[in-house]
Nanobody, 115 residues
Framework: QVQLVESGGGLVQPGGSLRLSCTAS????????MGWYRQAPGKQRELVAI???????NYADSVKGRFTISRDNFKNTVYLQMNSLKPEDTAVYYC?????????WGQGTQVTVSS
């Protein structure tokens, strides 16, 4: 069993930056593909960024060039560095871990971009 705990959300002005962290408990973190998803009010949850166990990354078009996903397998942690934030980035951000048929979700952290 893996538990994921996100942190780092908050209120930021447009153009600002935040770094989200997701720390995993349990074994085998390095073998999991890790991702960040977000869900805005009234919208479906969408993929923001993903990083494979080997370190390859993929991003939603809406965040390319602004967000960076990374992982530290020694700390069992995945990060999402978010720069040049826009009001439309406002959402609850969820951490996700996948390995074969196993999928785990964190509880979510709120990101609000507003002046």
């Amino acid at each position: 069993q893996v538990q994921l705990v996100e942190s780092g959300g908050g209120l930021v002005q447009p153009g600002g930056s935040l770094r989200l962290s997701c720390t995993a408990s349990g074994r085998g973190f390095s073998m999991y593909a890790m991702g960040w998803y977000r869900q805005a009010p009234g919208k479906q949850r969408e993929l923001v960024a993903i990083i494979s166990s080997s370190g390859s990354t993929n991003y939603a078009d809406s965040v390319k060039g602004r967000f960076t996903i990374s992982r530290d397998n020694f700390k069992n942690t995945v990060y999402l560095q978010m720069n040049s934030l826009k009001p439309e980035d406002t959402a609850v951000y969820y951490c996700n871990g996948k390995r074969t048929v196993d999928t785990y979700w964190g509880q979510g952290t709120q990101v609000t971009v507003s002046s």
